[in-house]
């Protein structure tokens, strides 16, 4: 499923040159659309970067593991993921990343969500590029509000999946789901060039926690973007800090949530 069609006003040039004004006007084309949608402001946009640049983003995704990057064992926080920081990618990876934090994202994101003010993450905290290897899965949870090394408060992610030709079988659609957690409202497959981004707020709920059942060789890539604003000058203590993972209602029903759950409270 697909809410709309657009990409991104990004020449393939030395430069990567991002239409300021291009981006400007499809941000407000899309506000109406994504700050009706339920359960949370959110949009999908297939096709949104241009053929040429995907592809050679694809091409240049870390195989072996780099100076920089994190792999997640956690049961129902993350299993078989790994993410990437783009710092010790590839020149070409990087500066991709530099266009993704660039006055041109930046103004397309404010006109399509209304949040005035965002600033991008220059250290991608929890972002960059995101795998998930066969098996894995990612529980249902509200983000984390507050960067602390930039004491800034997260509101906006995006994600860009890079998987040719993924098949719905293979599973880890992004689950959107309502603010009591009763029911998932919303399912989206990670095919090729496919780009949600939603609000991060309190209840917005969402993840992948169904295991992937990918052959061995293929896995679920993705792109993690982080969008943040200005905090008071004296943070809320009661914003929270962490990732907030959240049950659905069959995980409540099973041992083994409750027992992953007391183990990794021991640790």
Request: net charge positive; hydrophobic share 35%.
């Amino acid at each position: 499923m697909t809410d709309h069609a657009h990409t991104l006003p990004i020449a393939l040039t030395p430069e990567l040159d991002f239409n300021f004004d291009a981006a400007t006007e499809l941000g407000q084309l899309l506000s109406a659309p994504y700050q009706g949608n339920q359960p949370f402001p959110h949009i999908v946009i297939d096709n949104v970067l241009p053929a040429a640049l995907i592809e050679r983003i694809c091409e240049q995704f870390p195989i072996d593991t780099t100076r920089e990057e994190t792999l997640y064992e956690r049961g129902y926080k993350g299993q078989l993921k790994r993410q990437i920081s783009p710092t010790h990618c590839t020149p070409f990876l990087r500066s991709v990343f530099a266009v993704f934090n660039s006055a041109a994202m930046l103004n397309f994101m404010e006109r399509l969500t209304g949040i005035e003010g965002l600033i991008p993450d220059p250290y991608f905290t929890g972002g960059g590029l995101h795998e998930t290897r066969t098996g894995g899965f990612l529980g249902v949870h509200s983000d984390f509000r507050l960067n602390k090394k930039l004491k800034v408060q997260r509101r906006i992610n995006a994600i860009i999946y890079l998987n040719p030709n993924w098949q719905e079988a293979w599973g880890g659609h992004l689950e959107l789901w309502d603010k009591p957690m009763t029911r998932c409202l919303k399912k989206v497959l990670p095919v090729y060039n496919r780009c949600v981004i939603f609000n991060t707020d309190e209840d917005s709920n969402h993840g992948h926690p169904e295991p992937l059942t990918c052959p061995q060789d293929r896995s679920r890539r993705s792109i993690a973007l982080y969008y943040y604003t200005a905090t008071p000058a004296t943070a809320d203590p009661a914003q929270r800090q962490k990732t907030h993972y959240k049950p659905r209602p069959k995980d409540r029903l099973s041992l083994s949530y409750y027992l992953g759950k007391l183990l990794r409270k021991k640790r």
